[in-house]
């Protein structure tokens, strides 16, 4: 058989099959994404420097009486920073994008113009808004802290909110609903919250990253103690991650979902399942990770992980070492700690301003990493460092 035929049957193939399993969602075909093996673990590694492939921003978050926080940020736009702790006490700070304190807005309570939690705040600085993601209702206030509107999250659903909320365009959020087994992914009216586009990624039955123990009338669950996201910005597109699907689809801005990567074995084959998360994204390297689906909650230990990246100039998996190149010393930064950003910016990670001071006080910084950490105090706010594409 001649080579160009076999390709066109392939590609016919190939089609009939995204288009068989997509059950509603028009489907692209790439021949060229990605298969991972999650079963396997890759003994070949490779240490790279983080500077070698990223641009790389450092921030420090002013510190004053007012602003003493932990650092979680939650969106980063082109003028601001919204910050809050971890603890989620309904603080909210706002810096400017050097970092600059701006002002702290505290709007949690019960009435209908206030936050009861924060799941997540997303900015719309061409509007002047922040979105804040909360229970069963996302609240919007301009970046001063006054009440515009808000709107309850879909009632057909067992989940408290959305998980991912980004800022897709001048009239619309992407948005994640973990808990729904049928249409996860959505794009939703900023102004009122009404559903204008389902995504519909396929799958069998919905599987999710959690182990649950029942006693008595009581039941707890647990999940794996570094947030995943199933929504990724990537230069223009959006990464689509279904835990329950076999296949990662890239969301194109004509509505089209295109293969990106395909998983074997099924994760409706596994017992327990072992779930494929994505962290971070560089023209050549994809970072990720496995993670079994087990806990012993006896021992209050589980979900063991295998890390992993592809190379797409090599076509290879490998296991991997990254390092900021602003130390001296061989510094580690842990993909399962970097969280997506926007197109411009890939992820931020955060830096901890007494193991900054101390690194400085060895002689292990470098550049400008060092000038900051020279003006730190041990009890500052973190250094944020972006992570953005190389122009």
Known sequence: MKRANLISILVIILSLTVTAESRGQRQSVNNDFIKVDV????SQKKELILQDFMDVEYIPLETNDEFVNQGLVQD???KFIVVINKNRDGDIFIYDRTGKAIRKINRKGQGPEEYPNILGITLDEDNNEMFVSGSRKTVVYDLYGKFKRSFNHKKDTKTTGYFDIFNYDKDNLICYDKHNEEIAFVLISKQDGSIIKEIKIPFKKKKLLMQFSTKGSATTAVGPPDAHHSIIPFKGDWILLELSSDTVYTFLPDYSLCPFLVRTPSIQSMNPEVHLILRLFSDRYYFMETIKNVYDFNKNRGFPKTFMMYDK???????????NGDYTTKKEIYMSITRPVNHEIESWYPLEAHQLVESYKNGELKGKLKEIAAKLDEEDNPVIMLIKHKK
């Open 39 to 42: 079963t396997k673990s890759y």
């Open 76 to 78: 980063i736009g082109k």
């Open 313 to 323: 100039q090599e076509r290879a998996m490998f296991n991997y070492a990254v390092y």
